[in-house]
């Protein structure tokens, strides 16, 4: 299955409690979240089955007070997006 985010999906920036300058915010719930030594791998379902990972510190997920279950925002900002083609 294909799925698609379009800004109807994202989170108005006047919502949030701060202003960020990303303007990709995608509200989901955290549904794993595995801790290395000193980083760990946050799991967020954005819409059903499509999931967006980040690796972030354990403190982070600590001060963040993130828990599977909970709800949590994807920001992503990127200052580049690289494509590529099957050879």
Same mark, same amino acid.
């Given at each position: 299955?294909?799925?698609?985010?379009?800004?109807?999906?994202?989170?108005?920036? *006047? !919502?949030?409690?701060?202003?960020?300058?990303?303007?990709?915010? +995608?509200?989901?719930?955290?549904? $794993? @979240?595995?801790?290395?030594?000193?980083?760990?791998?946050?799991?967020?379902?954005?819409?059903?089955?499509?999931?967006?990972? *980040? !690796?972030?510190?354990?403190?982070?997920?600590?001060?963040?007070? +993130?828990?599977?279950?909970?709800? $949590? @925002?994807?920001?992503?900002?990127?200052?580049?997006?690289?494509?590529?083609?099957?050879?």
């Amino acid at each position: 299955e294909i799925y698609t985010l379009s800004l109807h999906d994202a989170l108005p920036i *006047s !919502s949030l409690p701060m202003k960020l300058s990303a303007r990709n915010q +995608l509200p989901g719930t955290v549904v $794993a @979240i595995e801790r290395g030594a000193v980083n760990g791998i946050v799991t967020i379902e954005v819409a059903p089955g499509l999931v967006i990972t *980040s !690796s972030i510190t354990n403190a982070a997920i600590d001060e963040l007070g +993130l828990r599977e279950g909970g709800r $949590a @925002i994807a920001v992503i900002k990127a200052s580049s997006v690289m494509v590529g083609v099957e050879s």
